[in-house]
């Protein structure tokens, strides 16, 4: 049984509270890096977890469990509790003031039970705004609470919990440090595993600030064509590539890449090939692909330490005019991938630090741009508050961002016959959405001819 997107119910709320960290904590400042304070990631982005009923926890009331496990948290993290300031000197410089006032809590019930969202817990859930409500006022970028916490009952026992985090403060392995440590709290844990580390230092810009990359996510585009997307007609639609769907795609990449290209380079340029020819852009404008590459680990030689929950990412961008990106097969989309990805290690992190700087903390160009992001490895479904792993944990849903439609996430997924794979939430307006459908079915067909070892790529360069 699929999610069912008529699906309502009733939501009965109680009154928004702070909740504060159980203990004094200091009050300061600290500075966000210079990765952190982007005007890309000046939003709250919404995440969802799904919890069935746990017979070993009955009598135990999930909003109580979570709520003084959350207060206890927040004694570690206390930077969580405080309020983001902007440094009034030119520089938007953003910090936040430890206040200890604490995060909004949301205690709630609702009349549904989790077997009505069907067998397929994914994005889109209905009445997602009723199990994650914005307070009004609370989704500011300055000045107001950095997470909002609804957790809500269902009537067969189990609970939802939602959140939305300011994207400022940590990125998606970040948050997933802190769930699990309010999720240990409410194991019993006196202190969470992983110890939380600030150090944004690390990520701050040289001086004198020297960009060594051309850094092309954070061109300068003028939407000349209106191509930005139409808000008022979004269709939101999620998609499942099992080993069938991934295994049939490869076929249709170039033999000498078949066996070594990743999941994620695969079907990041599935996706933009079959959004691109969903949009119908002119043959000459210039289409972008944004992937969110982690910087964390030994790769990237930043040597970031365990425990470090600030940004810790990049947006390295590939671009082909459309006309090449849709006449082209795959391979074409498949090679510039995977050369915009292998340009982040320590030293393009350190030049986009430099060029935040330099040029007032930009938001990276969304004008012809889809983003995707890889949360299958973050572990939002292995929070577990005591009732065991979620059934389903992870985005809210797709589009989310200070622009909203441009964002997918890759998300881990186990569909109604068992199978393991990844669901992708997509947003486009509607009329699109149907191009969309169209064009990806094509691609998840047997090629019928052989994939040329051979295809002409354009040189892509953005080392300066």
Not at 24 to 31: A, D, L, N, S, V
Not at 265 to 271: F, G, H, I, R, Y
Not at 355 to 383: C, E, I, N
Request: aromatic fraction near 10%.
């Amino acid at each position: 049984m699929a999610p069912d997107s008529s699906l309502t119910f009733n939501v009965h709320r109680k009154e928004a509270v702070l909740v504060a960290p159980a203990k004094q904590t200091p009050h300061e400042f600290k500075r966000l890096s210079d990765i952190d304070d982007q005007e890309g990631l000046r939003f709250h982005i919404p995440v969802i977890q799904f919890y069935r009923y746990n017979p070993s926890m009955k009598g135990r009331d999930p909003a109580k469990v979570i709520r003084d496990a959350l207060a206890k948290a927040l004694v570690p993290y206390y930077p969580f509790a405080g309020r983001l300031r902007e440094i009034q000197d030119g520089s938007r410089k953003l910090v936040v003031e430890c206040t200890g006032e604490g995060v909004l809590f949301i205690e709630a019930d609702a009349d549904v039970r989790i077997e009505q969202f069907g067998d397929l817990l994914q994005p889109p859930f209905p009445c997602l705004e009723e199990l994650l409500f914005d307070i009004p006022g609370s989704s500011q970028v300055l000045n107001a609470p950095l997470l909002l916490i609804q957790v809500t009952r269902l009537q067969c026992g189990g609970f939802i919990f939602a959140l939305r985090l300011h994207h400022a403060m940590s990125d998606a392995q970040g948050l997933v440090q802190f769930m699990t440590a309010v999720a240990e709290m409410a194991r019993g844990h006196l202190t969470p595993s992983i110890p939380p580390v600030w150090s944004r230092e690390l990520l701050e810009a040289r001086s004198p600030p020297c960009p060594s990359f051309a850094h092309r996510e954070y061109d300068v585009v003028e939407d000349t064509k209106g191509t930005l997307m139409p808000l008022d007609d979004m269709a939101h639609q999620s998609f499942f590539f099992g080993k069938h769907e991934i295994a049939t795609l490869r076929k249709h990449s170039p033999p000498h890449l078949r066996q070594k290209i990743s999941t994620f380079d695969l079907l990041t340029a599935c996706l933009w090939k079959c959004r691109t020819v969903a949009l119908s852009p002119d043959p000459d404008e210039e289409m972008r692909i944004i992937c969110i590459v982690n910087a964390r680990g030994t790769k990237s030689g930043l040597n970031l330490p365990e425990g470090y929950y600030g940004n810790a990412f990049a947006f390295p961008v590939a671009i082909s005019t459309a006309d090449k990106l849709c006449k082209n097969p795959l391979g074409y989309a498949l090679e510039l991938v995977r050369q915009a990805k292998s340009e982040v290690d320590h030293e393009y992190m350190h030049s986009l630090a430099d060029l935040m700087v330099l040029r007032g903390r930009p938001h990276f160009a969304v004008v012809r741009a889809y983003l995707v992001s890889d949360v299958t490895r973050a572990g939002f479904g292995d929070v577990d508050f005591g009732w065991g792993k979620a059934a389903y944990g992870g985005p809210a849903k797709g589009g989310v961002g200070a622009i909203p439609g441009v964002a997918s996430f890759y998300i881990p997924f186990t569909n109604a016959k068992g199978e393991d794979g990844i669901v992708v939430p997509v947003c486009l307006p509607g009329p699109a959405m149907k191009k969309f459908v169209a064009e990806l079915n094509t691609l998840l067909r047997e090629p019928v001819n052989k994939i040329e070892e051979q295809i002409e790529y354009p040189v892509f360069r953005s080392a300066l």
